[in-house]
C-alpha cells in the first residue's frame, strides 16, 4: 500500500518542483534590425517579429532565418549564425541585420477583354435606292 501511496505522490508533483526549472536558460543575443525604407516586418524563423528599425532577443543555439517584408516592396531573407568568439558568450552574426529592399514590379494589367461580336443572324443589307425613273413634271 506505501508503494501506492509513493506512485500517486509522484504523479502529482507540484509545478515548483518540476526538475525542468534547473535547466539552464538558453543563451540569448540581442540582435538589431534594419531596413531601407523603415518600417518593414522582421520575422525570424523562430516566429519572433518586429517592426524596423528594431531588435530581438533570439536564442544562440542554431542558425535562422530573418524575412523582411514591406508592402510595395519585395520580400528580403538574411542569414543569422552563432558564432563563438574568443572569451565572450556565443553571439549572433551579422549584426546588425540590414537590408535594402527592391521595390516590386509593378502589377501585369491584363487587356481588357475583347467585345464579342453579336453571332445572331446577319443584317440584311439596306434597299438600293429605286432605279426607275421618277416622273417628269
Request: net charge positive.
Amino acid at each position: 500500500m506505501s508503494g501506492t501511496l509513493v506512485l500517486a505522490a509522484c504523479a502529482s508533483t507540484p509545478d515548483w518542483m518540476n526538475l525542468d526549472a534547473l535547466k539552464p536558460a538558453p543563451i540569448m543575443d540581442t540582435v538589431r534590425f534594419e531596413s531601407e525604407p523603415p518600417g518593414a516586418e522582421a520575422k525570424t524563423s523562430t516566429g519572433q517579429s518586429c517592426r524596423t528599425p528594431c531588435a530581438l532577443a533570439l536564442p544562440v543555439n542554431s542558425p535562422m532565418t530573418v524575412t523582411f517584408t514591406l508592402n510595395g516592396y519585395q520580400p528580403e531573407s538574411e542569414s543569422i549564425e552563432p558564432i563563438a568568439v574568443t572569451g565572450n558568450p556565443t553571439q549572433l552574426r551579422p549584426n546588425p541585420v540590414l537590408v535594402e529592399l527592391t521595390p516590386a514590379p509593378p502589377p501585369v494589367k491584363k487587356p481588357a477583354p475583347k467585345k464579342k461580336v453579336s453571332s445572331g443572324p446577319a443584317a440584311k443589307p439596306a434597299a438600293p435606292w429605286p432605279t426607275t425613273p421618277s416622273p417628269q413634271r
